[in-house]
């Protein structure tokens, strides 16, 4: 069987001498592996970074197969943003959280066009990048089952004030309610209980929060059974929590 379509590179790992497979989130294919013959060489090694959009071609006998890929070059986002360590971060974040939490071969379309406008936003040098990331975390955990309910408080049902999140339902808390739990509660930042502040630019404190608060029910939820975060997300959190950088773009 023969299918097309248009994809994201997650990952490609080499396999024998020449060969790499190549992990893609497509649109109507979901997170699909295919092995891409010459994809080692120096001519295609380019092409498999991860964040590159690309026209894949993928043929199998039977679907279940690894089956193969030929691909086509769309748009490349790793290339650009080399000199950029907090843009490489990102993507390199983003990519690795999408292979390590979807499962295989199913469509998830919402997440691929909040993954395809992150890595835009990458490509265009847009301020707010981990802020942008951190809301497309949300997404994935709503899609694969597991939204967080930020609308409102659990507690009150009013939606003003709102500063915490439960970490066992996953619903908002207001600063009055509580207070007299906060040391339980994790911190609902700014930026995802409203809009982005005017120019993207976010306090290092909020921007910390959203990577805890999101990575704490990835971990609960997609990561439970002994699969550790993958290192990309981890050293995302670590260059945030740096000291003596005051505001992250």
């Not at 990458?122 to 949300?138: C, D, F, I, P, Q």
């Not at 982005?196 to 990577?211: I, K, R």
């Amino acid at each position: 069987m023969e299918w097309t379509d248009e994809g994201i590179v997650l990952s490609a790992r080499k396999h024998g001498e020449s060969a790499v497979i190549a992990s893609l989130l497509t649109r109507e294919h979901g997170r699909h592996p295919g092995l891409v013959r010459g994809g080692a060489g120096a001519r295609a090694r380019g092409l498999y970074q991860p964040g590159n959009r690309v026209m894949a071609q993928w043929r199998g006998r039977l679907a279940e197969h690894l089956g193969s890929y030929r691909c086509e070059l769309a748009r490349s986002t790793a290339a650009g943003v080399l000199d950029d360590a907090l843009a490489l971060a990102v993507l390199r974040a983003a990519c690795s959280v999408t292979e390590t939490a979807l499962p295989e071969r199913h469509p998830y379309g919402r997440v691929y066009d909040a993954l395809a406008a992150l890595l835009d936003a990458v490509a265009a040098g847009e301020r707010g990048l981990v802020a942008l990331y951190v809301r497309w975390e949300v997404v994935l955990l709503a899609e694969i089952g597991y939204g967080l309910d930020l609308s409102q408080c659990a507690a009150t049902g009013r939606n003003d004030n709102l500063a915490y999140v439960s970490p066992k339902t996953g619903r908002a808390v207001s600063l009055s309610a509580g207070e007299p739990y906060r040391d339980s509660l994790l911190i609902l930042p700014g930026f995802l209980a409203g809009a982005l502040p005017p120019g993207g630019s976010v306090p290092q404190g909020d921007l910390l929060a959203g990577l805890r608060l999101t990575g704490h029910f990835l971990d609960r939820h997609v990561l439970s059974l002994g699969i550790k975060p993958p290192a990309p997300r981890r050293q995302l959190e670590t260059m945030v929590a740096a000291p003596r950088r005051p505001t992250i773009y």
